[in-house]
């Protein structure tokens, strides 16, 4: 079961170059790099604005770092926690392009926090989820002092990041440290997210640097697990999005069934760029989702 991958939406086996088509979005969007630079920018200004701690280490490794963003007016005992782990197919992208996700949040009385990952090929993507569990143990032990409330965390991820937020929703986190309660992670919403990643081995343009192999691809798809024993998914993608990120969505919905998953929407209007985009939108039904299980956890 762990090898099987998408099919095409009239049943068909999913070819490389349909992979290729559909995964690419660079591509797909004409105004990708815009999109990119743009984030750069607002990022940029977030953290001029936003008294945050910048580079905190939650690990040995040059990557292993994170920033953190508190709550703005809120009791720093009582603030909940927003864990945002970042896409670009774990091979690009960088947590200070995504510090524009933290502003909407703070001002509601959320504690943000950003990490990094090292990106493909120089990590794998099973490394990745091992240091996103270790970046996770980091936050709920030292929320506190950061001005969050550890008992309520909720992960939220973009693409690659949604993937990453599925799996710490399900992982054991007894066998990550005897210290952490199984029920770390209160929630996760997923924007884009991959669930399913054996096509992404059948992917050219992905695959040199993912370097997936048949064990790793089983054991790191989500659609392909237990459903969590705690928390809940909410699950979003953009209704301009590639009909393979609708398809890897409505598998791990139909997988984990609708008490894990009770959200798996399409929302209009919106690509791979602006779906995240939309998340630090306060007027977004997207950011509402999110506020919804933030403001969900005991």
């Known amino acids: 079961m762990g090898r099987m991958r998408l099919a095409t939406p009239d049943g068909l086996p999913a070819t490389p170059g349909w992979l290729d088509a559909q995964y690419n979005n660079r591509a797909r969007v004409p105004e990708a790099q815009r ?8 990022s940029a200004a977030a953290r001029a ?21 508190p709550a703005v007016g809120a009791d720093a005992s009582l603030a909940p926690v927003l864990f945002f782990i970042h896409g670009g197919w774990w091979r690009s992208l960088d947590k200070s392009d995504h510090s524009f996700v933290a502003p909407p949040f703070c001002a509601a009385g959320t504690c943000v926090v950003v990490p990094n990952y090292t990106l493909c090929p120089a990590g794998t993507v099973p490394g990745i989820e091992r240091q996103m569990r270790e970046a996770l143990a980091w936050t709920w032990r030292h ?4 001005g969050g409330d550890p008992s309520r965390i909720v992960v939220a991820g973009h693409s690659a990041g949604g993937h990453l937020a599925a799996m710490l929703l399900r992982a054991d986190w007894s ?56 928390g809940r998914l909410f699950c979003a993608v953009g209704g301009d999005e590639s009909e393979a990120f609708h398809l890897q969505q409505a598998l791990v919905a139909g997988r984990w069934g609708r008490v894990a998953v009770p959200v798996a929407e399409s929302l209009p209007g919106l690509n791979h760029f602006t779906a995240i985009e939309a998340l630090a939108d306060p007027a977004s039904r997207l950011h509402a989702l999110a506020r919804q299980l933030l403001e969900d956890t005991p």
Do not use: I, N
Not at 35 to 42: F, I, N, S
Not at 49 to 69: C, I, S
Not at 190 to 209: K, M, W
């Open 175 to 230: 066998a990550t440290a005897a210290d952490l309660p199984a029920d770390l992670v209160k929630g996760a919403l997923a924007v884009s997210g991959l669930f399913e990643l054996e096509s992404l081995r059948c992917t050219p343009f992905l695959q040199p640097s993912l370097q997936l192999t048949l064990l790793d691809a089983a054991a790191m798809s989500p659609a392909w697990l237990p459903a969590p024993r705690h």
């Open 143 to 146: 929320a506190a002092r950061l």
């Open 35 to 42: 999109h990119l630079a743009d984030w750069v920018e607002r």
């Open 49 to 69: 604005a936003l008294r945050g701690e910048m580079d905190l280490r939650y690990g040995a490794g040059p990557d292993e770092v994170l920033d953190v963003y």
